[in-house]
């Protein structure tokens, strides 16, 4: 294709709210278009880097017997009721009604649409395993959309559901996927861990994410330098740790007065302070009170930098992975007044809390994001245990596999996979008839990859200071030949010829053909990051032209009539 055809807006500078290298230069680059909080127009190069991606997936799933299908993307609110999903989802379920008063959502993920595709359709054991997927928009109201394609409210994701007779043979389509993801990310030329993202209910491998390394992830995972372990720092385990022995009566008591931190006045700063996620923080006090101390259920809510109410979130019974937002006044119900940072129990009372006005009923456990606003003199006996047990590990435990070292490191999540057993099929009442006619419900797996995450993922992990450096199979094209004076007709003559050559070898290729300057045309080659160059310039004169390696800048002077098996 040529450049000068080409709707390739590239800028100098990006909007100031891009702070990750991948938003900055997808943006600069001209491979997507910012339309709202979380929404993007995808430019041509755009589309072209996320259709190659789209085509490695589709490739390894095809290859591994899955079959793709495309489910409808606006979805009955009905089906959500049945698997008690509707209510429980929270706001990042976007719920509309049509002109009839129906009620829809727009689908954040498809297991309720597909057990539904698959209870009318399948009956019977013969028809086992199946494994259905599609490579699709999804939607998410997500409570602070960023990062560009990392984050974002309307995403292309591939959700794979698959349907077994027994829970034996779920988990070996559960270890199958483990590997064809594992293929999906290494073609796509990424350096990534597999990691346990479940320690809890389900077991040790229940649950696994792929997790790009970059120090730019929103996730914390924690991995060991002696073997391949990794979990999600929700999930990690450490080898046990003797516990301190004191005698009788010698126990040290701690006061909140000895955990007055001054500095830590948000979750993120107490965050940082033990070099936690946020949002994992979060999720661990809230699991942390529903698996071991049996609560019903939990809210939490919390205060960022200014006295407004950012972001309330509660989670039910069912695990700290299903919030739903809470209203100010549902906190102030509970006898709450926002404005302070805490956990509390609701169906008991309240129990982990900071805020002065609550008195010392309960012992302060945290600081508080004011200053004076920790409760002085409280006595706090379980204060140790309970953030031993929250931040699990720490750096430098010795890991329970293999005794090395254990290291935090971020990582961003492209892909879950999951075993999902008959959390669906059992509500939605999805049955087949077993090898003895008796009737049963379908054990199932789910997966999931970010695709369009991918994108940004591949940039956090292939950038330099001038711009993108795209992977071989997910570059927009595999290589550019820059015309450096489009007005001498030697040099453009021989650029056309060289063009067609490689198109006619299966070669994608864009000719910057355009009237600009050199310089120009080589910025835009570097911002936009196709992984192989080739400058057909005033060398020509003696018959050589120049081969620029994106990665690294390398340039190599050759004969014209060598560079195209150069590139093949
Ligand atoms: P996250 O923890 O980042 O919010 P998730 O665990 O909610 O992701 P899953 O439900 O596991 O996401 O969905 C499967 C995959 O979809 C994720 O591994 C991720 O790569 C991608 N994904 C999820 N949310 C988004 C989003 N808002 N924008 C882009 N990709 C997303
Ligand atoms: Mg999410
Ligand atoms: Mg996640
Ligand atoms: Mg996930």
């Known amino acids: 294709m040529r450049f000068s055809k080409l709707l390739i807006p590239t800028a100098k500078e990006a909007p100031s709210d891009a702070v990750l290298p ?3 230069y997808l943006l600069r680059a001209g491979f997507i278009q910012s339309v709202g909080a979380g929404l993007y127009n995808f430019l041509p190069l755009g589309k072209r880097s996320l259709d190659r991606v789209r085509q490695v997936v589709k490739e390894e799933l095809d290859a591994a017997g899955c079959q793709e299908v495309d489910l409808a ?4 609110a009905e089906l959500w009721r049945e698997s008690g999903r509707f209510e429980k989802y929270g706001k990042e379920l976007l719920r509309f009604t049509d002109r009839k008063e129906n009620e829809f959502v727009l689908g954040p993920t498809h297991e309720e649409m597909m057990v539904n595709l698959v209870r009318q359709s399948v009956k019977s054991y013969k028809q086992l395993p199946l494994h259905l997927y599609q490579i699709k928009t999804k939607f998410r109201d997500e409570i602070r959309p960023r990062f560009g394609l990392m984050r974002g ?21 559960f270890d199958h996927m483990e590997a064809t993801y594992s293929r999906i990310f290494t073609r796509l030329g990424l350096d990534f861990r597999v990691v346990e993202a479940d320690s809890g209910a389900i077991g040790g491998s229940g649950s696994k994410e792929f997790m790009v390394l970059a120090d730019s992830g929103e996730d914390t995972i924690v991995v060991c330098e002696g073997c391949d372990y990794g979990a999600n720092i929700e999930a990690a385990v450490r080898a046990p740790k003797a516990a301190p022995e004191y005698e009788e009566g010698e126990e040290p008591e701690m006061t909140a007065g000895e955990f007055q931190t001054p500095g830590i006045k948000t979750i993120d700063d107490l965050a940082d302070f033990f070099h936690i996620d946020p949002h994992h923080l979060i999720k661990a006090v809230a699991k942390k009170a529903l698996y071991d101390e049996g609560r019903e259920a939990i809210v939490l809510f919390f205060l960022r930098g200014n006295d407004e109410l950012e972001e309330t979130k509660a989670c039910n019974a069912v695990g700290a992975n299903e919030l739903v937002d809470v209203s100010e006044e549902e906190l102030r119900a509970a006898g709450l007044t926002p404005g302070f940072m805490g956990f509390i129990n609701l169906p008991d009372g309240i129990r982990y809390v900071i805020d002065k006005e609550l008195k010392g009923e309960t012992p302060m456990i945290m600081g508080a994001n004011k200053e004076d606003y920790h409760l002085i003199g409280v006595t ?21 596999k293999c005794g090395g070292r254990l290291h935090y490191t971020k990582g961003i999540e492209v892909g879950h996979i999951f075993q999902l057993g ?14 003895n006619g008796k009737r049963r419900p379908f054990v199932m797996g789910t997966y999931g990859i970010g695709v369009s995450r991918l994108l940004a993922a591949i940039i956090e992990q ?5 711009g993108c450096i795209w ?8 290589v550019e030949i820059i015309v450096s004076n489009i007005a001498n007709d030697a040099e453009r003559e021989a650029a056309e010829e060289l063009y067609r050559l490689l198109k006619s070898k299966g070669v994608e290729v864009l000719l910057d053909d355009r009237k600009e300057r050199f310089g120009f045309k080589m910025k835009d080659f570097e911002l936009i990051g196709i992984p192989l160059g080739i400058v057909v310039g005033k060398k020509l004169a003696d018959g050589q032209v120049e081969l620029i390696v994106r990665d690294g800048l390398e340039r190599i002077d050759l004969p014209l009539e060598r560079v195209a098996d150069e590139v093949l």
Do not use: W
Not at 73 to 76: E, I, Q
Not at 471 to 478: I, N, V
């Open 22 to 24: 991948s938003h900055i």
């Open 73 to 76: 993307f606006v979805t009955p």
């Open 153 to 173: 409210r309307e995403f292309l994701m591939e959700d794979g559901y698959s349907f077994h007779k027994d829970e034996e043979d779920m988990k070996r389509e």
């Open 380 to 400: 706090v006996p379980d204060y140790g245990d309970f953030f031993a047990d929250l931040v699990a590990v720490q750096e430098g435990d010795r890991c329970a």
């Open 422 to 435: 008959t959390r669906y099929s059992e509500p939605l009442n999805a049955t087949f008839l077993d090898e």
């Open 462 to 466: 292939h950038h330099d200071d001038r």
């Open 471 to 478: 992977t071989r199979e997910s570059a927009p094209f595999d």
